[in-house]
């Protein structure tokens, strides 16, 4: 896949919708005085190639994530950007405008991978940060202690996560000290997930409650893992339908429905493609109704 220029993420920073969101951004950043930005860069996509179209990215320092698993062509990088600078603020821009570029070209038939991924705030790089990103990245299989790697950082997944993650598995993820995640979704919005806290998970009895609950890497249900096989499919079917319609919560959950029906294999993906269309025709008639 090839480097996007840097005349195409001027022209994203020149777009109304750009504008729209990187508005949202620093409204955001203003609002809870976040003063430290560290996102994450999948490595995998362009290399470290894909540094060099930032303003200074040649000297641009990172740091490297242990690999989660080897089949990883290449790391996941983190980058520290201090967001009371001129220097900072740009880089933030910049990368706003990459991702947006990624996901705009992400259209069906020619698929784009994402390099810039998670965007968390006020995380400073240590060890332990590090070691927490990488742990997110494992899950056990159905039944066993063998370990498979999880794409949760691409946006796509993470989009799919954030619809079949339990309250506790959420919770694993706020133990480490990740109260919160941002990402830009396939509308272009750059957009929050926020994990829940302890005494919103278990009420009562929370601290015994979190004294049983197991630390990371994940073990997900067959349900859960059956979802996470048909990503490639969902990811599939979004990218045809944001070309039409603005891909809302309740269309993410038709999509997943269906996948969960071909997984379970009481749909072939042609009937659940039909299916998807008539709910959407559905919701259509209803709002043209109301």
């Known amino acids: 896949m090839l480097i996007p220029k840097v005349e195409f993420l001027d ?12 508005n949202a951004l620093y409204l955001k950043v203003y609002d809870k005085q976040y003063q430290q930005l560290t996102v994450l860069i999948d490595l995998n996509a362009h290399g470290t190639a894909v540094l060099d179209i930032l303003d200074g990215g040649a000297n ?23 967001l009371n600078s001129s220097t900072g603020q740009r880089l933030l821009e ?30 400073p790089i240590t060890e332990r940060f590090k070691h927490s990103i990488y742990l997110i990245g494992q899950a056990y299989g159905l039944g066993s202690n ?18 079949i993650w339990t309250a506790e598995q959420k919770l694993q993820v706020y133990q480490l000290k990740l109260p919160r ?20 998970v278990y009420p009562s009895d929370t601290k015994a409650a979190l004294e049983q609950l197991k630390p990371l890497p994940f073990r997900f ?20 339908l944001k070309e039409q319609v603005r891909v809302t919560e309740d269309i993410v959950n038709i999509v997943i429905s269906q996948a969960l029906l071909i997984a379970k294999r009481q749909v072939t993906q042609q009937q659940a493609v039909n299916n998807v269309v008539k709910s959407l025709v559905q919701m259509s008639d209803d709002r043209s109704r109301v």
């Open 11 to 22: 022209d994203i920073q020149a777009t109304d919708a750009y504008q729209k969101q990187l």
């Open 60 to 82: 641009l320092l990172f740091e490297r994530v242990k690999r989660i698993h080897h089949t990883f062509e290449d790391d996941l990088a983190l980058i520290d950007i201090q």
């Open 94 to 123: 910049q990368l706003l405008a990459l991702a947006i570029y990624e996901n705009s070209n992400d259209i069906a038939g020619h698929a784009h991978p994402r390099s810039v991924c998670l965007w968390l705030f006020d995380q």
């Open 146 to 163: 063998k370990r498979r790697y999880l794409r949760y950082w691409d946006p796509r997944v993470l989009a799919l996560l954030t619809h």
């Open 181 to 200: 995640m941002h990402y830009v979704d396939w509308n272009n919005t750059f957009k929050e997930i926020m994990f829940p806290l302890p005494n919103k």
């Open 221 to 240: 249900s067959q349900q859960q893992w059956q979802l996470l096989e048909q990503t490639e499919w969902i990811n599939m079917i979004v990218r045809q």
